[in-house]
Structures are given as C-alpha cells and as structure tokens.
C-alpha cells in the first residue's frame, strides 16, 4: 500500500470537539508533515515533525509521530467549522532532505455549528 | 510571509496544444518541485529541481513534460501535447536549503477539453 496514509477518510464533529486524524507510512523518513486543504484550493502547510521529534504543538494542533509503529497522528482541538477541510500527512519519500513528498488520500473534516 | 506564486489560476486549453503553467518560487529556496492532484485524489509527485537540473521525477513525468528555470524567478512546467487526462490541478512548490518546510502555491487548475 502506499506510503502515507491517513484514517480515518472521513470525520464529522461538533464545534468545540477535538479532531483526531492518523496517518502510517511504510519508509523510514526525514520527516512529516501535515497539510489542510480547503475545498478546490491550495495546500497549506500545518506543521512538520522531524523523526527525531516525538511532539510538537502549534496553536490548537498537536502532532505526534512514532517512528517505531510508522505512525503519526493530528489532533485538532476546539474544532472550529473553518477548520473543515481536507488534512494530508506527507513523508519524504526517500528520507533526504529535498526530495519529493509523498502524500496520503487525506482525511475529510467536516464541523458542523 | 514569502509566497509561492503561481499563474494562471486556471487554464482552459484544447487538446493536443501545449501549455505553460509558471511559479514564481520563494527567492532564497533552492528545491523547486511540481505536483498534480486529479479532482478527488490525493496529490501526485511530479518532478523537483535542484541546482538547474531535474533531481527526480516520478513516473508521470513523461516526454509530453518538461521543466525550466529560464531566469533566476521563474520555474515553468510544460506540457507539449495536452491530453484530456492532464486535467487537473498543478502545485508548484519550493524549499530551503535544508530541503525541509515547502511552501506550495494555491496552484493552476489546468482544463483540457
């Protein structure tokens, strides 16, 4: 299967409900990042975690990666409904530094008011 | 914050004719790279450049493709003989000189019809 893949496909919450979405790969990696997507638009860049890194918080968004289990998971807190979008996770694909990203299917956030 | 800028936003061409999607990168990054994404999939590698030659590139960067950087602003992907399967949305993006933290442009939704 692919590298980065992200469950679940879809998720629908409630205002003021956290968010949580996961991504596996299969290669080991340089790092990974996390990307939103509004509907038809462009890729926004959420957060990067190096694999060296177990955590890291930015805003309401804390990103965890487990290099054991090739595991990476988002969490969104406080859902807002302007944070309904698409969410990839995105692993280097070679783990250099440079090179092409690889990107999962994505996750579908819908929150609802 | 420095931004990624692509042009056109969206380009309607016929098929078979060949099409010029430009991106102006961040000044100081030194990987340039071009993805696609086909309405409701997930988003494609196609090729990145480095040092004024392409590094990689991934099994759609076919013949029909090729990439320039005829100046020391502009990053241009060409497709010489559109096909009704090119439709879609092309992401430029760039990266420092770590090769870490892309910036993508909001992209170029090519129609081919």
Redesign the interface.
């Known amino acids: 299967s692919q590298q980065g893949e992200e469950d679940p496909q879809a998720l629908s919450i409630q205002e003021g409900e956290n968010a949580t979405m996961n991504c596996s790969y299969k290669t080991s990696i340089?790092?990974l990042?996390w990307?939103r997507q509004n509907s038809?638009?462009?890729?926004?860049?959420l957060i990067?975690i190096r694999s060296n890194e177990r955590e890291k918080h930015s805003g309401r968004l804390r990103v965890t990666l487990d290099t054991s289990k090739k595991s990476s998971s988002l969490l969104i807190t406080a859902s807002r409904a302007a944070d309904t979008a698409s969410y990839?996770c995105?692993t280097?694909?070679f783990g250099?530094?440079?090179?092409?990203?690889?990107?999962?299917?994505?996750t579908t956030l819908s929150v609802s008011s | 914050e420095p931004e990624v800028t692509q042009t056109p936003s969206h380009q309607v061409t016929q098929m078979g004719q060949e099409v010029i999607l430009r991106c102006v990168p961040i000044s100081n990054h030194l990987y340039f790279y071009w993805y696609r994404q086909i309405l409701g999939q997930k988003v494609e590698f196609l090729v990145s450049f480095y040092n004024n030659e392409i590094s990689e590139k991934s099994e759609i960067f076919d013949d029909q493709f090729s990439v320039e950087r005829p100046d020391g602003s502009n990053f241009t992907l060409k497709i010489r003989s559109t096909k009704l399967e090119d439709s879609a949305m092309y992401f430029c993006a760039s990266s420092g000189q770590g090769g870490y933290g892309y910036t993508f442009g909001s992209g170029t939704r090519l129609t081919v019809v």
């Open positions: 340089n790092n990042q990307y038809g638009r462009g890729l926004v860049h990067l990839f995105a280097d694909a250099q530094a440079g090179t092409a990203l690889i990107f999962g299917k994505g």
